[in-house]
């Protein structure tokens, strides 16, 4: 039977009168690859930060395993939010890349990449060190080990990012726009990087503007726009025989 | 004009000037300790999410920076104890009142420089499971105290130039002395032009490294 590492139903949330999710409802299975698409402002990113509870919804529940994401169910059955060291805890179990990397400026590669493994999870900081090398060996950085964030390219910086997030032995990957802050040139390597990362059978969900890769790499595709989940298909179907007439249009928009 | 200047007299006298330096040392040594502690816990009350954290910090952060130094003082010297009883020494009053009084100035550039820290680093923070104790101790604060250095010195030469309003309380600090001085020689022009030289060599430096510590972390950024 397939695992179920990610369960959604009805997630609705509100930034004041501004409905930017209707009820989203999602199943990631374990080793799957999903690439959430759709238009800008379609909710698609705070959907995903959701996943991780930096972002709160308001309304629906957000399954991780066995644990509700972010809120507990009180005794009259109504849901209230959960402690942070509760919420924290979930958070070390998924990785996640942004669009800006937000590496520590403060801290070299690989300073920023144990950070959490040792100051988080208070593992042992030599096995850390020697995983961590490993890690960005295999993002290609294990030459820039002790350098700053500040003196990387854009997408060696965005590489530091992902190790970082693999550090933490996350059991799922969410990846917000990875590739949209860079130069076009640089998009290749990240792209490169999740590919394997996928390969090797990480879970991720992606959300992503890089139709290319979501056709590839995706094992299923989820089309989003203004709040509501359009359809979630293969890519085969989403990219060929789309049912939904939005998801066509906003294809032929950004594929011509 | 024919004046002749003695600035002999000045030396001469030069046992009184040490002694007010002193004493000016002492009060900013203790507003400034004052001044931090206080100044960070409000400056974290502040960007707290809990009213009852935020509100107090708010309310003692905007009186004291639109009320003038010396009104708090005085204040402090002769109203407090009509109202609690609790008098303090002349000395002691100007520590406490400039101490809070700079409370408020570092607690703006505490507030300041921990809101210069983009957002994004926040949300890595917490992406890798980092509390918010943690967060701002290894990631925020680290950055942000390197922004808040600048303007904390410029504070710190500020508050040194406002001992000298505890001479309208008698107390023996720079300007006090001076004056003294002043009532024992009849000699204004000297003692007074020796006074601003003396705060100009001391507090240019401080306002001058200031200037240098944020052209250097300008251009590394």
């Known amino acids: 039977m397939t695992e179920i590492l990610i369960k959604a139903r009805n997630v609705q949330k509100s930034f004041g009168t501004h409905h930017v999710l209707k009820g989203i409802d999602l199943d990631i299975t374990k080793g799957e690859v999903l690439a959430i698409i759709g238009p800008s402002g379609s909710g698609k990113s705070t959907f995903l930060r959701c996943m991780n509870f930096l972002e709160e919804y308001d309304h629906g529940e957000i399954w991780f395993g066995t644990e509700l994401v972010g809120y507990r169910k009180a005794a009259n059955g109504s849901l209230v939010k959960d402690k942070a060291s509760r919420i924290a805890a979930i958070r070390t179990r998924m990785g996640m890349v942004f669009q800006n990397f937000n590496l520590f400026p403060h801290m070299s590669v690989l300073e920023n990449v144990i950070e959490g493994p040792t100051v988080v999870q208070r593992r042992d900081r030599a096995e850390v060190i020697a995983q961590a090398k490993v890690l960005l060996d295999r993002v290609g950085l294990a030459a820039k080990v002790d350098d700053y964030p500040e003196t990387l390219s854009g997408g060696q910086q965005q590489r530091a990012a992902i190790a970082r997030a693999l550090a933490m032995n996350p059991e799922l990957m969410l990846f917000d726009e990875p590739t949209s802050a860079l130069d076009p040139e640089l998009v290749g390597e990240v792209l490169d990087v999740m590919r394997s990362l996928a390969a090797d059978g990480m879970t991720m969900a992606v959300v992503t503007h890089e139709m290319g890769f979501a056709r590839e790499v995706a094992d299923r595709v989820m089309m989003m726009d203004d709040g509501n989940r359009v359809e979630i298909d293969t890519p085969e179907r989403i990219f060929t025989n789309p049912s939904h007439p939005r998801t066509a249009e906003f294809l032929q928009r950004v594929l011509r | ?221």
Do not use: C
Not at chain 2, 52 to 63: D, Q, S, V, Y
Not at chain 2, 100 to 128: C, M, P
Not at chain 2, 178 to 184: D, F, K, R, Y
């Open chain 2, 1 to 221: 004009m024919d004046y002749t200047w003695h600035f002999q007299i000045v030396w001469d006298y030069r046992a009184v000037f040490v002694r007010g330096a002193i004493m000016t040392a002492q009060i900013t040594f203790w507003a400034t300790l004052i001044g931090l502690t206080l100044g960070l816990a409000l400056g974290l009350m502040r960007r707290s999410e809990f009213f009852l954290l935020r509100a107090p910090a708010a309310t003692f952060i905007e009186l004291f920076r639109s009320t003038p130094a010396l009104v708090q003082l005085v204040w402090i010297y002769y109203s407090l104890p009509i109202l609690t009883g609790l008098q303090l020494s002349n000395t002691t009053s100007v520590s406490i009142g400039l101490g809070l009084h700079a409370a408020a100035y570092f607690a703006e550039i505490f507030r300041a420089g921990v809101n210069s820290i983009s957002k994004g680093q926040w949300d890595a923070a917490r992406a890798i499971g980092m509390s918010y104790s943690k967060a701002m101790r290894r990631i925020i604060l680290p950055q942000a105290v390197r922004r808040m250095i600048p303007p904390f010195i410029n504070e710190f030469a500020s508050l040194i130039k406002l001992t000298t309003l505890g001479s309208a309380l008698a107390v023996y600090e720079l300007l006090h002395e001076a004056n003294n001085l002043i009532n024992n020689t009849y000699r204004p022009l000297e003692v007074y032009t020796v006074l601003a030289l003396a705060f100009a060599v001391i507090i240019y430096p401080i306002i001058y490294a200031s200037q240098r510590l944020e052209q250097r972390w300008q251009l590394r950024q």
